[in-house]
């Protein structure tokens, strides 16, 4: 059944569907999402959720902590949504879950993403970047938020079935806004990269043990990996959603598997694996012997490093 037909009730032709009664190609999806696969997904959205909530108050990460927390329970809800669409893929509550946790959860990720350019650009020197470090996290996750907000809107009223291309209107108008601040900080994330290249040798002797470390430098690599599978999802979904309700791409099954739940699920393991504390940590250290301002997170951190 088209969505639009089941949520408008267009001549109420499908407004009792089930799959008693209709053809499984006639739902939004065209297809029963798949049960072993979107149940690992749950699993491995609701593992690292755990392991993101033991990590974040060992190492007092709060803001960070709130946006992979949030990313992923939202995750493991929205496959559980898609789980329920076997039952029955005309249900507007199935659908409404698995369609508002599945579009706003990398949103959360992306800022948790975004805290973390603050950091390294401390470790290594506030120099080798054009604005403060704090600015990052005001500037990119003030759009973050907005993003989030745009995209939920929209996915409501996607969902609730009285306006359905203007709520498709307002999640692209969020998921396009996501993208384009996905990029600028990927540009100044660039940009930093490319003056600490050309001042070698002028960075914070302070950091030195830590920027030789093994642990940072895979750090760097998986923030990178998470950025990249977090960008890759964005665009698919994009394109999803510009052809409308059932067209071929949203109806294509290993496409949304692979370009949406593979890439949040590396994206989210990536910083379980890579966690951020201990670079968290440091900054503020450095922070502290530079006469800086840390803010409170970074607070914190090293209060209860302290008391360790």
């Known amino acids: ?85 076997r039952t029955n893929p005309w249900s507007k509550g199935s659908i409404g879950i698995q369609l508002i946790c599945l579009t706003i959860a990398p949103a959360f990720l992306a800022g948790g993403i975004y805290l973390t350019l603050k950091h390294i650009i401390i470790v290594y020197g506030a120099r080798f970047s054009r604005i403060a470090p704090r600015w990052y996290t005001w500037i990119f996750v003030s759009c973050d938020i907005l993003s ?42 660039t940009d930093v990269y490319f003056s600490i290249r050309k001042f070698r040798g002028e960075f914070s002797e302070s950091t030195m043990a830590l920027r030789n470390s093994g642990r940072f430098k895979y750090f760097l690599i998986a923030t990178i990996i998470a950025y990249a599978c977090i960008s890759i999802r964005c665009v698919y979904r994009i394109a999803e959603m510009a052809g409308g309700w059932r067209n071929k791409i949203m109806q294509d099954e290993p496409a949304f598997i692979i370009l949406d739940g593979v890439m949040c699920v590396i994206a989210v393991l990536a910083m379980n694996f890579l966690h951020p504390g201990f ?18 997170e970074m607070v914190n951190a090293v209060g209860y490093e302290n008391r360790k």
């Open 1 to 85: 059944m088209v969505f639009e037909t089941v949520l408008l009730r267009r001549a109420g032709q499908f407004e009792h569907c089930t799959l008693d009664t209709c053809p499984v190609s006639d739902s939004l999806y065209g297809y029963l999402p798949s049960k072993p696969i979107n149940l690992i997904f749950v699993v491995l959205f609701a593992l690292s959720c755990l392991v993101h909530l033991v990590q974040g108050v060992k190492n007092r990460c709060w803001t960070f902590l709130v946006c992979f927390g949030i990313g992923t329970a939202a995750e493991a809800i929205g496959y559980v949504g898609r789980i329920m669409m």
């Open 148 to 189: 989030i907000l745009i995209q939920s809107a929209g996915a409501v009223i996607a969902s609730s079935g009285s306006h359905i291309s203007l709520g498709n209107t307002v999640m692209m108008i969020g998921l396009v806004s996501q993208v384009v601040t996905l990029g600028v900080f990927g540009a100044m994330a």
């Open 279 to 296: 670079l968290f940590k440091q900054s503020y250290a450095t922070l502290k012997a530079e006469q800086m301002e840390p803010d409170a």
